[in-house]
């Protein structure tokens, strides 16, 4: 893994933003860094909990500050039969370049990047599609049986890759090229991004707790079960009552350093249970949810109430 270094020293130049459409292949979009991302982190995929949603696996983005982690997914398809292809970093004359993901008929080419859970470089064997219902491979990924029953098992297609470097080409990086198969699938039409997908890469840059300068390499919550999760409501509330006034920077402070020791411990725990949390920490980590959660409402009730604004002469906001 290529060591971290701090964004200070990072050269980074921008190239247009080119998001692929319902009739384009997938490119090269957003930005262009001398430094490759983190690894791909080892961790546990949460049951599907809907029939018909698809695993998106977590990916390092990058923003202003750095890479982030968007954690892993399960959302729903644009339409039955579009499978997943996820974005991917390469290397091309000296700069990591992202490409982004898409839906299509077809699992394209991913840079040969193992995100795990059937995608371990080369197609997708999570599950498939019969008709308009989606089968899943249960010797892959994790599923609700209460909920989802349509399953099977084929241990056949397990993959057993180690490596979880996070881009192609360059120093170190995946030497793979895309197959024929990859090539005319990658031309086929295809669909970009959801909104729901792109709303949950918005909270993940929103959480700073999410950037590899603050995790090093090694998110909190690398993976939920559906977007809107516990954590990602929580800081985007942090994140509103900042853009509305209605959290002072010193309550802002407040709260997120207790959402920072809240990610740190669910990081510690998780590190010694291989990956995952017991009933009794998740119930634990609800529980300070839970009173973070009331001291955001409360900070936010008082500014409303309490805070004369200039003009105002002391009375309270209505």
Request: charged share 15%; proline share 8%.
């Given at each position: 893994m290529r060591k971290w270094?701090?964004?200070?020293?990072?050269?980074?130049t921008l190239a247009v933003a080119l998001w692929p459409t319902a009739s384009s292949a997938q490119v090269a979009v957003g930005v262009s860094i001398r430094v490759g991302p983190p690894a791909i982190p080892v961790y546990e995929q949460p049951p599907c909990p809907v029939e018909g949603y698809l695993w998106t696996p977590g990916y390092w983005a990058y923003g202003n500050t750095g890479y982030y982690w968007v954690p892993g997914v399960w959302v729903a398809p644009p339409r039955p039969g579009f499978l997943w292809t996820p974005g991917y970093w390469g290397w091309n004359e000296g700069v990591y370049r992202w490409h982004a993901g898409y839906w299509g008929p077809h699992v394209g080419f991913y840079g040969g990047v193992n995100y795990g859970f059937g995608y371990g470089g080369v197609?997708?064997?999570?599950?498939?599609?019969?008709?308009?219902?989606?089968?899943?491979?249960t010797a892959v990924v994790r599923v609700n049986t209460t909920v989802v029953h349509n399953t099977y098992i084929n241990r056949t297609v397990i993959v057993n890759n180690t490596n979880r470097v996070a881009y192609n080409g360059g120093p170190s990086g995946i030497n793979r090229r895309a197959n024929a198969d990859e090539e005319r699938w990658g031309r086929e039409s295809h669909v970009q991004a959801t909104s729901v997908q792109m709303s949950h890469q918005n909270n993940a840059r929103a959480n700073r707790g999410n950037f590899a300068?603050?995790?090093?390499?090694?998110?909190?919550?690398?993976?939920?079960?559906?977007?809107g999760a516990r954590e990602v409501h929580q800081q985007d509330r942090i994140a509103n009552g900042v853009r509305s006034g209605q959290l002072t920077p010193h309550e802002t402070a407040h709260v997120e350093r207790q959402e920072g020791r809240i990610n740190q411990q669910v990081h510690n725990e998780r590190a010694a249970n291989g990956g995952h949390l017991t009933g009794q920490e998740r119930a634990q980590v609800n529980r300070e949810q839970n009173h973070v959660s009331r001291e955001i409402q409360r900070d936010k009730h008082n500014d409303r109430v309490d805070r004369p604004a200039d003009g105002d002469h002391g009375r309270p906001h209505r």
């Open positions: 270094m701090p964004m200070w020293t990072l050269l980074a197609g997708f064997y999570g599950g498939e599609w019969r008709g308009n219902h989606f089968h899943y491979n300068s603050e995790n090093h390499g090694r998110p909190a919550t690398p993976a939920m079960s559906r977007v």
